[in-house]
C-alpha cells in the first residue's frame, strides 16, 4: 500500500503547490494563479463521478482485472501521459494550456484516489486496514516531499521542464522493477478463476454449498467472477462454504488458511477449491 500511497501523492502538488510556483516563477499575472485554487476542487468534488467507478465496469479487456483494478489500469497511464504534457507546456506563452492541462491531472488523480481508497477498503481484511492506511498515508507524505521540496531543489541543475518529468516518470520507473511481472501474474489470477469456478460447477454450484471464501486482496476479485456483492465473500473459511485457495504472489503462501472438514475438488494452475457442504 505504501506505493499506491506514493504514485496517489505525487500528482497533487503539480496542479497545486508546485504549479503555482512554477507559473510565478514564468512571469504569470496573479490573476491567472488565482484560478489555478479552483483546480484543487476535483479532489473535494470527487464524490460527484465516485459512483461511476463504483458502478460501471472498466473499458474492454481491463474488465477482467475487476473493477478497482481495471480502472486504475485505465486511468494511470492517462494520468502519466497528463503529467508529461504539462511538465513540457509552457506556462509564459501557453497559460490557459497549461491550466487545462493541471485540471485534467488533479481530475485524473482524484478518480485515481477513488478507486484506490476503494480497493483498499475491500481488499484487506478488518484486522489490516489500520496498517493498510498507515503504509497509504506514509507513501503520500513522501511523495508529496519529493512532488514539492525534490521538484523545487532539482529546478537549479536541470529546470522546471526536467524537474516535472521526473515526477510524471516516477510512478512508471517504479512499475519497471517488480509492478510488471506482478500485474502479469494477477492477469494469470484472474484468467484461471474463472476456469476453476467452471471445474467447481459454476456460480450455482459455487453458492449452493454455502459462502464463498479467498485469501486477503481477493475478496473484490471473486465477488466480481461469482456476480455477488462484495460483502458476500468472506476471508476465514467456516462450513458450510467453498473455499477458493491461492497465492497473492508467485513468492507468497496459499491462503486462506483451511479447516480439514474442507474437501479439494479440482484446481486449476493458480487456484484449488474445496468445499464443505
Given at each position: 500500500?505504501?506505493?499506491?500511497?506514493f504514485?496517489?501523492?505525487?500528482?497533487?502538488?503539480?496542479?497545486?503547490?508546485t504549479f503555482?510556483?512554477?507559473?510565478?516563477?514564468?512571469?504569470v499575472?496573479?490573476?491567472?494563479?488565482?484560478i489555478?485554487?479552483n483546480?484543487?476542487?476535483?479532489?473535494?468534488?470527487?464524490?460527484?463521478?465516485?459512483?461511476?467507478?463504483?458502478?460501471?465496469l472498466?473499458?474492454?479487456?481491463?474488465r477482467?482485472?475487476?473493477r478497482?483494478?481495471?480502472?486504475?489500469?485505465a486511468?494511470?497511464?492517462?494520468?502519466?501521459?497528463?503529467?508529461?504534457?504539462?511538465?513540457?507546456?509552457?506556462?509564459?506563452?501557453?497559460?490557459?494550456?497549461?491550466?487545462?492541462l493541471?485540471?485534467l491531472v488533479?481530475?485524473?488523480?482524484?478518480?485515481?484516489?477513488?478507486?484506490?481508497d476503494?480497493?483498499?477498503?475491500?481488499?484487506y481484511?478488518?484486522?489490516?486496514?489500520?496498517?493498510?492506511l498507515?503504509?497509504y498515508?506514509?507513501g503520500?507524505?513522501?511523495?508529496?516531499?519529493l512532488?514539492?521540496?525534490?521538484?523545487?531543489?532539482?529546478?537549479?541543475?536541470?529546470?522546471?521542464?526536467g524537474?516535472?518529468?521526473?515526477?510524471?516518470?516516477?510512478?512508471?520507473l517504479i512499475?519497471?522493477?517488480?509492478?510488471?511481472?506482478?500485474q502479469?501474474?494477477?492477469?494469470?489470477?484472474?484468467?484461471?478463476?474463472t476456469?476453476?469456478?467452471?471445474?467447481?460447477?459454476?456460480r450455482?454450484?459455487?453458492?449452493?454449498?454455502g459462502?464463498p471464501?479467498?485469501g486477503?486482496?481477493?475478496?473484490?476479485?471473486?465477488?466480481y467472477?461469482?456476480d455477488?456483492?462484495?460483502?458476500?465473500?468472506?476471508?476465514?473459511?467456516r462450513?458450510?462454504?467453498?473455499?477458493?485457495?491461492s497465492?497473492?504472489?508467485?513468492?507468497?503462501?496459499?491462503e486462506?488458511?483451511?479447516p480439514?472438514?474442507?474437501?479439494?475438488?479440482t484446481?486449476?494452475?493458480?487456484?484449488?477449491?474445496?468445499?464443505?457442504?
Amino acid at each position: 500500500m505504501a506505493a499506491y500511497g506514493f504514485v496517489a501523492g505525487l500528482p497533487l502538488p503539480l496542479s497545486g503547490f508546485t504549479f503555482r510556483y512554477w507559473m510565478s516563477e514564468a512571469g504569470v499575472s496573479l490573476a491567472l494563479i488565482g484560478i489555478t485554487a479552483n483546480i484543487s476542487l476535483a479532489y473535494s468534488l470527487k464524490f460527484l463521478w465516485a459512483p461511476v467507478l463504483d458502478n460501471v465496469l472498466p473499458p474492454g479487456p481491463l474488465r477482467r482485472l475487476g473493477r478497482r483494478r481495471g480502472w486504475l489500469a485505465a486511468i494511470q497511464p492517462a494520468l502519466g501521459a497528463a503529467a508529461a504534457m504539462l511538465a513540457v507546456s509552457d506556462p509564459a506563452n501557453m497559460p490557459a494550456l497549461c491550466l487545462a492541462l493541471a485540471a485534467l491531472v488533479a481530475f485524473l488523480s482524484a478518480s485515481q484516489d477513488i478507486a484506490i481508497d476503494a480497493w483498499r477498503i475491500e481488499a484487506y481484511s478488518q484486522p489490516r486496514q489500520g496498517a493498510a492506511l498507515a503504509a497509504y498515508i506514509w507513501g503520500y507524505r513522501c511523495a508529496l516531499l519529493l512532488a514539492t521540496t525534490g521538484v523545487l531543489w532539482a529546478v537549479t541543475p536541470i529546470g522546471w521542464h526536467g524537474a516535472l518529468l521526473v515526477v510524471a516518470a516516477v510512478p512508471k520507473l517504479i512499475d519497471l522493477s517488480d509492478l510488471r511481472s506482478d500485474q502479469a501474474y494477477q492477469r494469470d489470477l484472474a484468467t484461471d478463476l474463472t476456469r476453476v469456478i467452471d471445474r467447481a460447477g459454476g456460480r450455482s454450484a459455487v453458492l449452493a454449498c454455502g459462502r464463498p471464501y479467498v485469501g486477503d486482496l481477493r475478496g473484490p476479485l471473486l465477488a466480481y467472477h461469482l456476480d455477488v456483492e462484495k460483502h458476500r465473500v468472506a476471508f476465514v473459511p467456516r462450513p458450510p462454504g467453498t473455499v477458493f485457495l491461492s497465492r497473492i504472489a508467485a513468492d507468497a503462501p496459499v491462503e486462506p488458511v483451511t479447516p480439514p472438514s474442507f474437501t479439494p475438488v479440482t484446481r486449476v494452475r493458480l487456484w484449488q477449491v474445496r468445499i464443505a457442504c
